[in-house]
């Protein structure tokens, strides 16, 4: 679901999804999303030519996200996160549809999303030449 009022979020989170993902594109007061994509990269550029690079990618994803659980006055506890074209990278062979489901259920997931979206789908850098995600078995809201 697309809305353009950031003051739903309080319903939403409120409300009985299953999962509570939030993707944002305009800054969100008192929500300052890690920067996924440079801590994962900071990590994994010792191990890039490591014959298991998939699997203690994993593991270092998993780290940071665990680590980066914040307490917001508004929304609670929740996990914010911006940059996230590591988890797209094929040699990572990260399940981006699992991870989603893993970190926003019971837990609200903030992802700022800078690419394009469109009818439960997100498009990572653009429809024409992107990613495709499909979001259809997981609750979020776009704004």
Same mark, same amino acid.
């Given at each position: 679901m697309e809305v353009n009022n950031p003051n739903i979020i309080q319903s939403y989170l409120n409300s009985t999804a299953r999962n509570k993902i939030i993707f944002f594109r305009i800054d969100i007061p008192g929500i300052e999303p890690i920067d996924l994509g440079n801590k994962v990269a900071h990590?994994?550029? +010792?191990?890039? =030519?490591? +014959?298991?690079?998939?699997?203690?990618? +994993?593991?270092? @994803? !998993? #780290?940071?996200?665990?680590?980066?659980?914040?307490?917001? #006055? =508004?929304? &609670?506890?929740?996990?914010? @996160?911006?940059?996230? &074209? @590591?988890?797209? !990278?094929?040699?990572? +062979?990260?399940d981006i549809i699992n991870l989603f489901d893993s970190y926003s259920t019971g837990t609200p997931l903030f992802v700022k999303w800078e690419g394009e979206t469109g009818m439960g789908k997100l498009f990572f850098l653009s429809k024409q030449n992107g990613i495709k995600v499909e979001l259809k078995n997981l609750s979020h809201i776009i704004i």
């Open positions: 990590s994994i550029s +010792k191990i890039v =030519n490591d +014959k298991r690079l998939s699997f203690k990618a +994993k593991l270092i @994803i !998993e #780290d940071v996200l665990s680590s980066s659980m914040i307490k917001h #006055d =508004n929304y &609670g506890k929740l996990l914010a @996160i911006s940059n996230i &074209g @590591i988890l797209f !990278e094929p040699n990572l +062979k990260i």
